[in-house]
């Protein structure tokens, strides 16, 4: 009973939340709305990709921002027409829109049946991996990727107007949190989360172990896939330095500061690394102890170093340690302990 | 009678050490046999065997005329084939109804679904009668990870019972029960159909001996012996090497 009140009170608060950012574009600057929320919208979809496949399935994945690139690369690819970088298809745009999906779905399908086989570090290497050939792949077969990146993105029609690309941002967003939330219960989910926590039960009860797996790679793929369509829209551009190392760990430091188990925190990690990027510099006395632009990753760093002391499960993590003061049996600690005997 | 198990000249090599020394066995259809031997004879090794967790050494397994051998676990359930684990292994952090409709779903081969059915919710209703099979029905919405052992031990059993198969492997599943849950225990194995084919692996003589026709004796991956309750009782070598050392278990 206790469970549910609180999932209701969750719920509420989330609704309410939902409800503020509806009306943002009336209440907020609308740099505020169309650089710094549309851009947490983004990343944080992007991240919760990262956050179901890790508290699902088990699987950390460093493979999400490649998903995100090559959905942007294949639009842009597909979208632009004559003397514009890339492959010039000149498609009409929501057809570059279902190619770029499809290709990235097909991507995450090929990849996470080949990670399929691997749980823990190794599948966290061999996602890095797949990010590290993805970014040698688009940076060195330049038709595809510019040369020097693709420019001048239009998006399509419907998404003209800045504030409307925040709305699809919002809308992405929560769909996807829903979606992600109620497939724990689902037939996909619950074989998932037992597929996280005991493999070799799942197979003797008859499962298809590494296919389910890839399966949820694949979702996840086309997910992060969406966000980097956004991406592409909202930057207009995309060359290959964007997929590269940094920015991959930046999407899992970004996960990590909202707390790795918890989907909210993703979109709050987010939110969090872009204040930081917007706001830092406009600080008074930054400059004076010397932390300028090119510093901010260390600002970063620290801080994400700091939550990970105070709260190994993020912000989500503190957030609920001040609301309660002995610590709520939260449904994500139970499915966690999932693998305590 | 046909037989539904047949595991020839199986070996199991585990680095150096040999858990299973060459065991034949031939299980007819509706037998019920139990595997005793002290700890470390390789009883759970066999089931691994039979039920595909791990491919034999050499040697073959047979289940209704298919070659199994290398055939991996997840095609066993469709063969009619169930197993329980020695240390109960439900997903603590499901209820027992999600437990059990991972059973259902897994054997139904149902479980790419992203939404739910009608079909989906019929299984959840079937996993609560299931679970009330095995006097969980109190505990239908509990999360596995919060029950106590025994009813652990019972969920386990529910979720080999689930599916209806006709082959069933039990690895020790009066083990941590009270005196009151393991008569049960008794009482449920004795209640299954009489077609049903049973294995189980069993510490506890009493039940060993009270459900079984045929009881295989193992020691050092090798069969000792083998045959009637009676039989191996009365055999003064399986005295030697198992029952004197049952203070052990
Ligand atoms: N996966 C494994 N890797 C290495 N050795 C193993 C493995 N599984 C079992 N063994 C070893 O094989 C031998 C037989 O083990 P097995 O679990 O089959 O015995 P058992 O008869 O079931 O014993 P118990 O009554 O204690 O359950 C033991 O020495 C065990 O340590
Ligand atoms: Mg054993």
Not at chain 1, 237 to 256: C, H, K, R
Not at chain 2, 194 to 210: C, G, K, P, S, Y
Request: charge should be positive; aromatic fraction near 8%.
């Amino acid at each position: 009973m206790k469970l549910r009140e609180r999932l209701t009170a969750r719920t509420l608060v989330l609704a309410g939340l939902v409800l503020i950012l509806v009306l943002l574009p009336s209440l907020a600057t609308a740099f505020f709305v169309n650089f710094v929320m549309t851009q947490t919208l983004i990343l944080g979809l992007a991240a919760a990709t990262i956050v179901f496949l890790s508290r699902y399935g088990g699987m950390t994945s460093l493979a999400q921002l490649l998903m995100f690139g090559i959905a942007g690369f294949m639009f842009g690819n597909a979208a632009l027409d004559g003397g514009a970088r890339g492959l010039n298809l000149g498609w009409h745009p929501w057809a570059a829109v279902g190619f770029a999906m499809l290709v990235t779905t097909l991507a995450a399908f090929v990849l996470g049946a080949i990670a399929s086989r691997t749980t823990g570090i190794y599948f966290l290497m061999l996602t890095l991996v797949y990010g590290v050939i993805g970014y040698f792949v688009f940076a060195q077969i330049v038709e595809i990727s510019g040369p020097g990146g693709i420019t001048s993105i239009q998006r399509p029609d419907l998404l003209g107007p800045p504030v409307r690309l925040y709305y699809a941002g919002l809308l992405l967003s929560v769909l996807a949190y829903l979606g992600f939330r109620a497939s724990r219960r689902t037939a996909f989910g619950l074989a998932l989360q037992g597929v996280r926590d005991d493999p070799v039960r799942m197979a003797s009860l008859g499962f298809n172990v590494a296919l389910h797996r890839a399966l949820a790679f694949t979702l996840a793929g086309f997910v992060a896939g969406l966000a980097g369509l956004l991406n592409v829209w909202w930057n207009g551009q995309i060359d290959p330095a964007s997929i590269s190392i940094g920015p991959t760990l930046i999407l899992l430091i970004i996960a990590v500061i909202g707390g790795i188990s918890s989907l909210e925190g993703a979109w709050l990690g987010a939110f969090v690394y872009v204040l930081v990027f917007t706001y830092l510099r406009d600080l008074p006395l930054v400059d004076g102890i010397g932390i300028t632009e090119a510093r901010f990753n260390t600002v970063i760093g620290v801080i994400v170093l700091a939550i990970m002391v105070l709260s190994p499960e993020g912000l989500t993590g503190i957030v609920q340690r001040l609301r309660g003061g002995a610590r709520p049996v939260h449904p994500t600690e139970k499915e966690l302990g999932g693998t305590r005997p | 009678m046909a037989s539904v198990v047949q595991v020839s000249a199986v070996t199991v090599a585990f680095g150096g050490l040999r858990a299973l020394r060459g065991i034949d066995l031939d299980i007819a259809r509706g037998e019920r046999l139990a595997v005793i031997g002290p700890n470390g004879a390789g009883k759970t090794t066999l089931f691994n065997v039979i039920a595909g967790d791990i491919a034999p050494t050499t040697g073959a397994v047979v289940i209704k005329g298919q070659d199994c051998t290398y055939r991996p676990s997840r095609h066993r359930p469709r063969l009619g084939l169930a197993r329980t684990y020695q240390k109960a292994r439900a997903f603590a952090g499901l209820t027992v109804r999600e437990n059990i409709y991972l059973a259902l779903a897994g054997h139904r081969g149902r479980h790419r679904a992203l939404w739910r059915s009608s079909a989906d919710r019929a299984m959840r209703d079937e996993a609560a009668e299931v679970a009330a099979q095995v006097w969980l029905s109190g505990q239908v919405d509990a999360v596995a990870g919060e029950l106590a052992h025994g009813q652990r031990r019972q969920l386990e059993l529910a979720m080999a019972v689930a599916t209806r198969p006709d082959v069933m492997l039990l690895d020790e599943p009066a083990s941590g029960l009270s005196r009151g849950e393991r008569e049960r225990l008794v009482e449920l194995l004795e209640s299954f159909d009489e077609q049903l084919t049973l294995l189980v692996i069993e510490h506890d003589m009493d039940v060993a001996f009270r459900i079984a026709q045929r009881v295989v004796v193992m020691a050092d991956g090798e069969q000792v012996t083998a045959g009637t309750p009676e039989q191996v009782r009365a055999d003064p070598h399986v005295h030697r090497i198992y029952l004197g050392t049952e203070a052990v278990a």
